[in-house]
C-alpha cells in the first residue's frame, strides 16, 4: 500500500497538472484523471518521467460510471487516499437567452455534480486516512465567479458559487472527523480555458498554475487544528 495518495481530477493540463505535480514531489503517489486520453497519458508520461507513481484513468466527468471508475482503479492500484483534487471544470459562456441545455448541463455536471458524486465515492477512504493521520483534505476548485456573479457566464459563476457553498457544508459534515476541504477562488489564470481573455489580460499578468499548485502545497502542510475554507487568489489592482 503507498504511504499517501492523492486523486486529481482535471489533471492533463493547466492547474491540475501544476497540483499533481507538486504532489508528486512531495512523496504522493497519483491518480491523475481526465477527459482527453492522449492528452492525459503524455501528462502522466512526463510525471512518470520525475519518478512520480502515476496511474492514468481517462474519464468523462459527466459520467457517474466513469467517475466511479476513476475511484475504483484508485482503490485498486492503492488502497488509500489522503488528498482528493477536484479539479476538473468547463466554462461555455453566452448571454442568458442564448444558452443550451446541452451547454447548461454540461457545466453543472462537470462543475458541481462531478464534486458531490466525487466526495460520495471517496469518502470511506478519506475517513480512513484521517482516522490514521488525523487529516484528510479535498481541495474543490471554483473561481472568483464563485464568489461575484459575472454576466456572460451566468451559469459558470452559479456552479461556481455552488462549489463554494459546498465546500463550507463538507466543512460542517465532515471536519469533526478530520475531513477537510477547501475551495480554489482564482482569477484569470494562464491555461487554455482563459485563452478567450488573452486579447484583454496578457498571459504573463494571468496567475500562473504554479501560484495555485503553491497554495495546495500549503493546505497539506497545515496542522490538523487549521482548516482554510477557500483562498482567494487574486491578480495585483484588480477590483473583486
Not at 495518495?5 to 503517489?29: K, R, V
Not at 503524455?42 to 466511479?68: F, N, P, T
Not at 484508485?74 to 483534487?85: F, P, Q, W
Request: net charge negative.
Amino acid at each position: 500500500m503507498a504511504k499517501k495518495t492523492a486523486l486529481i481530477t482535471g489533471a492533463s493540463s493547466g492547474i491540475g497538472l501544476a497540483i499533481a505535480n507538486m504532489l508528486g514531489s512531495e512523496g504522493y503517489s497519483l491518480t491523475v484523471a481526465a477527459r482527453r486520453p492522449e492528452k492525459l497519458e503524455a501528462a502522466a508520461a512526463g510525471l512518470r518521467e520525475q519518478g512520480y507513481e502515476v496511474l492514468a484513468v481517462a474519464a468523462d466527468m459527466q459520467s457517474e460510471d466513469d467517475i466511479k471508475r476513476v475511484v475504483d482503479a484508485h482503490r485498486a492500484e492503492y488502497g488509500r487516499l489522503d488528498v482528493l483534487i477536484n479539479n476538473a471544470g468547463v466554462g461555455v459562456g453566452a448571454p442568458v437567452g442564448d444558452y443550451t441545455t446541452k451547454s447548461i448541463d454540461m457545466q453543472m455536471d462537470v462543475n458541481f455534480r462531478a464534486i458531490v458524486l466525487f466526495y460520495r465515492e471517496t469518502v470511506d477512504l478519506l475517513r480512513a486516512a484521517a482516522a490514521e493521520n488525523k487529516t484528510a483534505l479535498v481541495v474543490n476548485t471554483s473561481s472568483i465567479s464563485g464568489k461575484f456573479g459575472q454576466g456572460w457566464l451566468s451559469v459558470y459563476s452559479a456552479t461556481k458559487h455552488a462549489v463554494v457553498g459546498f465546500t463550507q457544508a463538507m466543512n460542517k459534515e465532515l471536519s469533526g472527523e478530520g475531513i477537510k476541504s477547501t475551495a480554489l477562488c482564482p482569477a484569470f489564470v494562464d491555461t487554455p480555458m482563459t485563452d478567450f481573455a488573452k486579447g484583454q489580460v496578457p498571459a504573463d499578468e494571468m496567475i500562473t498554475p504554479d501560484d495555485i499548485a503553491a497554495g495546495v502545497r500549503m493546505l497539506i502542510h497545515q496542522s490538523p487544528a487549521c482548516i482554510v475554507p477557500e483562498i482567494i487568489f487574486q491578480r495585483p489592482g484588480e477590483d473583486l
